[in-house]
């Protein structure tokens, strides 16, 4: 069986971080394993409190893992400090780590701040010369491009000097108004759209989280990046099609919507 480690936050309501990335890759057929950077107190309205992991604590959960189950890919999502991003990417280097997935997590999606300023910069010079792909949103590209992103071209523009900067491919998500719901994957000097089904759903919590480890997983599986990306967007638009709605604001999704079988029957 095919394995996937998540390095990023715990969210104590479960619809992102680890909790969402352990979802997901189950969903998508690998063993999943987690090293958790933060303990977060936070629910589908906002994030109320988040408790940092120390570098050397991060650094044991990350050799405890790869030193019996060596992961085929790894995501990499929330990660608030400096010290902690360079524990990560010494690690994944001493490992060799392969199939590196990046999701620059740095706002919620209830709005809260999530990436100290400083550790914008760390996370440019150490985690994304390390990825073999990362996986911003509009706001996200903007901060790593250094430009304003308000047309399709823009998300074109952005995402080649991303990728050209730092040497890994990116897949520039659509959405916050600009493109609906259709992704772009820059890789080796080429371009590739992905259309997304626009799903009238409101419930958006994780939505980053899940598509970072879907693709994580179907690269541990060997899929080449571009059908890793297809399959994590149709995995993401079943898991929103299926219209799961809980919580006050902005609920999570039904990452087990293709579960069946005697052990997932619904309660009569």
Same mark, same amino acid.
Request: aromatic content about 6%.
């Given at each position: 069986?095919?394995?996937?480690?998540?390095?990023?936050?715990?969210?104590?309501?479960?619809?992102?971080?680890?909790?969402?990335?352990?979802?997901?890759?189950?969903?998508?057929?690998?063993?999943?394993?987690?090293?958790?950077?933060?303990?977060?107190?936070?629910?589908?309205?906002?994030?109320?409190?988040?408790?940092?992991?120390?570098?050397?604590?991060?650094?044991?959960?990350?050799?405890?893992?790869?030193?019996?189950?060596?992961?085929?890919?790894?995501?990499?999502?929330?990660?608030?400090?400096?010290?902690?991003?360079?524990?990560?990417?010494?690690?994944?280097?001493?490992?060799?780590?392969?199939?590196?997935?990046?999701?620059?997590?740095?706002?919620?999606?209830?709005?809260?701040?999530?990436?100290?300023?400083?550790?914008?910069?760390?996370?440019?010079?150490?985690?994304?010369?390390?990825?073999?792909?990362?996986?911003?949103?509009?706001?996200?590209?903007?901060?790593?491009?250094?430009?304003?992103?308000?047309? =399709?071209?823009?998300? &074109?523009?952005? !995402?080649? +000097?991303?990728? $050209?900067? %730092?040497?890994?491919?990116? #897949?520039?998500?659509?959405?916050?108004?600009?493109?609906?719901?259709?992704?772009?994957?820059?890789?080796?000097?080429?371009?590739?759209?992905?259309?997304?089904?626009?799903?009238?759903?409101?419930?958006?919590?994780?939505?980053?989280?899940?598509?970072?480890?879907?693709?994580?997983?179907?690269?541990? =599986?060997?899929?080449? &990046?571009?059908? !890793?990306? +297809?399959?994590? $967007?149709? %995995?993401?638009?079943?898991? #929103?099609?299926?219209?799961?709605?809980?919580?006050?604001?902005?609920?999570?999704?039904?990452?087990?919507?293709?579960?069946?079988?005697?052990?997932?029957?619904?309660?009569?």
């Amino acid at each position: 069986m095919r394995t996937a480690l998540s390095i990023a936050g715990s969210d104590s309501c479960g619809g992102a971080g680890i909790q969402a990335d352990l979802k997901t890759m189950t969903m998508n057929g690998v063993y999943a394993m987690t090293a958790v950077t933060a303990l977060t107190a936070q629910n589908t309205t906002g994030v109320r409190a988040i408790q940092e992991a120390t570098p050397e604590f991060l650094g044991q959960q990350i050799d405890a893992v790869f030193e019996d189950i060596f992961p085929d890919a790894v995501k990499i999502g929330m990660v608030s400090a400096s010290e902690l991003i360079r524990v990560i990417a010494k690690k994944l280097r001493d490992y060799e780590a392969k199939h590196i997935v990046v999701d620059p997590v740095m706002v919620a999606t209830s709005g809260s701040v999530l990436l100290k300023t400083d550790a914008v910069e760390t996370l440019e010079k150490e985690l994304l010369p390390l990825a073999e792909v990362v996986t911003p949103n509009i706001p996200e590209a903007e901060i790593l491009s250094g430009m304003a992103i308000k047309t =399709k071209e823009d998300m &074109l523009a952005a !995402a080649e +000097k991303i990728s $050209k900067t %730092y040497g890994c491919a990116v #897949l520039l998500k659509g959405g916050h108004s600009i493109n609906d719901a259709n992704d772009y994957l820059y890789a080796n000097g080429e371009g590739h759209w992905f259309e997304g089904k626009r799903i009238a759903n409101p419930n958006t919590h994780g939505t980053g989280c899940t598509l970072s480890s879907a693709i994580a997983s179907n690269l541990a =599986k060997g899929y080449e &990046l571009p059908e !890793a990306v +297809k399959r994590a $967007k149709d %995995y993401i638009s079943g898991a #929103l099609g299926a219209m799961l709605d809980l919580g006050k604001g902005s609920g999570p999704m039904k990452h087990a919507f293709d579960l069946t079988g005697e052990f997932a029957k619904e309660v009569r």
